[in-house]
């Protein structure tokens, strides 16, 4: 018995494997949809707490009573409020099916919600296909889903959750407790350095110019990237995120006539380049800096 759970763990470790990546993939779109659940609902419910706070603190009525988290109320749409049919909760199809329309009220329904069930999906498939279904793997799968939903929320909110954030640097150092991303050493100095790095670039950019260059969401994001992958991958995550939004920001203005004060969220592109870091490993990460 014992010899049979070993090697179905062996089999699950194993990268390189289309089945699990495939069922991988579906789990993916299921999770997917709940993380849409957590786009649309977690700065929600931080502005409501924050109402109800300073509505309690000055003795009024409190101006969200109803119970709101991310299991209830059922899903609805924002405009009409009509609860979402079954058969339309189906990852992607459900919007196929609706034509991108509420099944009521015909109000456009955003392509973020098979978008980021899509990449959800895809993620899932590669992660699996790259470091397994055993530990590694489902380490990697929660990265990707922490990830994915706080890009999505930057992007729509420019906010970082501390919900979010925190917790992803704390289950960053616990698994590195088995070394599988990066020594526990590593991944603490990773911690209090990516952390450190964006509070002196925020200092010295708001001595030098009087404004804020960066939010302080962006020093727990990228301390919790530190702590997953190690102090190592700091400097490439750092340098790839700062070109992805140079480049993106050029494109903006040239493209949008966005203004040049205008600030644009700068999480996302952390995202993408701790994403990179993952998949490529130190191994990759060594080669970039003694390549020449």
């Known amino acids: ?48 707490a924050t109402d109800n706070f300073i509505a309690q603190e000055s003795g009024q009525d409190l101006p969200h009573p109803q119970r709101y988290n991310l299991l209830l109320p059922r899903s609805c749409c924002p405009r009409c409020e009509q609860a979402v049919q079954p058969q339309h909760n189906i990852p992607v199809l ?30 899932s498939a590669l992660l699996v296909w790259r470091f397994g279904a055993g530990m590694e793997g489902v380490a990697a799968l929660l990265f990707a889903y922490f990830l994915l939903s706080m890009s999505i929320i930057d992007a729509q909110t420019q906010l970082l959750p501390d919900d979010l954030s925190l917790p992803l640097m704390w289950l960053g150092l616990l698994v590195n407790l088995g070394h599988t991303f990066a020594p526990l050493q590593d991944a603490v100095i990773g911690a209090a350095a990516g952390y450190g790095m964006l509070w002196l670039i925020f200092w010295a950019f708001k001595l030098a110019t009087g404004k804020d260059g960066l939010g302080y969401g962006d020093f727990k994001l990228l301390a919790a990237l530190g702590a997953w992958l190690g102090w190592q991958a700091l400097p490439f995550i750092l340098l790839m995120a700062s070109a992805l939004g140079a480049v993106v920001g050029i494109a903006l203005v040239v493209f949008r006539k966005q203004a040049l004060d205008q600030p644009i969220p700068f999480g996302p592109y952390l995202a993408i380049a701790g994403m990179l870091a993952l998949l490529h490993g130190k191994d990759w990460l060594t080669g970039i800096f003694y390549a020449y």
């Not at 009521?104 to 955003?110: D, E, H, L, M, Y």
């Open 1 to 48: 018995m014992h010899g049979s759970l070993t090697q179905i763990l062996e089999l699950l470790s194993q990268p390189g494997n289309g089945a699990l990546s495939l069922m991988a993939g579906v789990l993916g779109l299921l999770i997917g949809s709940f993380l849409n659940v957590v786009i649309y609902r977690l700065p929600r419910m931080m502005q409501r």
């Open 94 to 123: 459900g919007y196929l099916l609706l034509r991108g329309r509420c099944g009521q009220c015909r109000q456009p329904i955003s392509l973020t919600y098979p978008l980021v069930e899509t990449f959800s999906a895809l993620l």
